[in-house]
Structure formats: C-alpha cells, structure tokens
C-alpha cells in the first residue's frame, strides 16, 4: 500500500502531526489522514470517486492534490512530501 505522509520541516502545522495520504492497492480506494493534537481524522474517498488528482513538484518537496466528483469535501491535499 503506497502512503505519502507530509514533511515534518515545512514549517505548517505538520511539525507535530504530519498529514498522511495511503492508496490501497486492492480497490485503489485513498484514504486521507488529517493531523490532530489527539490521533488524526479519517477521510476516505473511493477511486470512482476522484475527479482528478494533481502534483506540484517543487526542488525539496511536493504537493498532491486531489479533487472529487462531489459532496461536503471536494479536495484533499497533502502538502510538503520529501522527494526521494
């Protein structure tokens, strides 16, 4: 299962508790994993679900983007992945 988790050295609010991004391989269903003082919240999008999906590369770090074909949260972002 691939997971992207954000940068701890960016220098937001994911010092403490980084946002992390998992993609199952199974049914390609993403799960988004928002950083809270106390554990994260959970988002979950299914693959037939996502609108298109966006990467900013930058020299140090990256940003995904990704929107959904609707509802209450039309986008999740995960800012400041390390490039490997």
Known sequence: M???EASRISGNDNVVFPNRLEIDDDNGN???FKGTIVGYRQSFLA??????VR???GLL??????ESTGGKEMFYQI???SQK
């Open 61 to 66: 770090f990256a940003d995904i983007i990704i």
């Open 79 to 81: 800012q400041y992945i």
């Open 30 to 32: 993403i799960t988004f």
């Open 55 to 57: 990467i900013a590369s």
């Open 47 to 52: 693959r037939n679900n996502v609108a298109s």
């Open 2 to 4: 691939p997971t992207y």
